[in-house]
């Protein structure tokens, strides 16, 4: 069975840093591209930042390019997104994804930065 898992979200103010994690479970997150996505209120969700399978080429978001890094721990089976300088309109749900075939989603985390 597949599982997403996501934590270490939370309130910072402006300037500060959280780091995600995306506990995965019922396949192996080395093997596929996993992506973070992120929806704010009366906004589509948009991709955030992803990463490929073995090799680790990496994309982000414009808006993120210099401030996040996604990271994977393959002896864990955990994804992270490294978010620092954090801004306001970086407030969101933010969710982990694996497209393994069929797409999955975990259930999100609250990023709420204050300025």
């Known amino acids: 069975q597949v599982q997403l898992v996501e934590s270490g979200g939370g309130s910072v103010q402006t300037g500060g840093s959280l780091r995600l994690s995306c506990a995965a479970s019922g396949f192996i997150v080395s093997i596929y591209v996993m992506s973070w996505y992120r929806q704010a209120p009366g906004k589509e969700r948009e991709l955030v930042a992803d990463i490929s399978r073995a090799g680790g080429r990496t994309n982000y978001a414009d808006s993120v390019k210099g401030r996040f890094t996604i990271s994977r721990d393959n002896a864990k089976n955990t994804v992270y997104l490294e978010m620092n300088n954090l801004k306001p309109e970086d407030t969101a749900v933010y969710y982990c994804?694996?497209?393994?075939?069929?797409?999955?989603w975990g259930q999100g985390i609250q990023v709420t930065v204050s300025s």
């Open positions: 994804n694996a497209k393994i075939g069929p797409i999955y």
